[in-house]
């Protein structure tokens, strides 16, 4: 929770552990910007705090919930997904005092997601081989069909009869 200067006044267990894993006692009481440059060690892609203090401005001044769906890159590489949520907090109907933040990690649901649609990819791949072999041996099939006929009538001698060799030409 952070206050309208966007000083950080509560910052809960779950903050703390993590990939991001930053303690309370470096965040409480701190400006969120310095939370920030904390988070920056860690990941190699966060967003910058302008963007951030301009959503919580947009929270405060609009007391509208703000929510997102973002995604940050860790030092080594991960991709974390996070659907945000900034809640505006108020005494009795007042004004906004403080902005609340709920972070859900969507990592592991965005890749169940990528691993299905890739499932649906080679699927369709595999319809798309089976009609093409299908296309394909319609015609083999025919030739193959008629290739054992013309075996059969060579087979019989037919070519050497002369009334039949004119099939042939």
Request: aromatic letters at 6%.
């Amino acid at each position: 929770i952070v206050d309208r200067d966007l000083t950080v006044v509560v910052w809960n267990r779950k903050a703390e552990e993590g990939p991001y894993g930053i303690s309370r006692h470096d965040a409480v009481g701190k400006p969120l910007k310095e939370v920030f440059k904390l988070n920056r060690r860690l990941a190699a892609a966060p967003r910058g705090i302008e963007s951030v203090a301009a959503e919580y401005r947009d929270v405060f001044d609009r007391g509208a919930e703000f929510r997102a769906e973002e995604i940050s890159v860790l030092k080594n590489g991960e991709k974390r997904y996070y659907q945000v949520t900034k809640t505006p907090l108020r005494d009795a109907g007042g004004p906004v005092t403080h902005a609340m933040t709920i972070v859900d990690d969507l990592t592991e649901k965005r890749r169940q997601e990528a691993g299905l649609i890739m499932k649906e990819r080679l699927f369709s791949m595999r319809e798309l081989a089976a009609g093409i072999v299908h296309q394909l041996n319609n015609p083999l099939t025919t030739m193959m069909v008629c290739v054992e006929a013309l075996l059969r009538e060579v087979k019989r001698d037919a070519i050497s009869d002369p009334a039949l060799s004119g099939r042939f030409e």
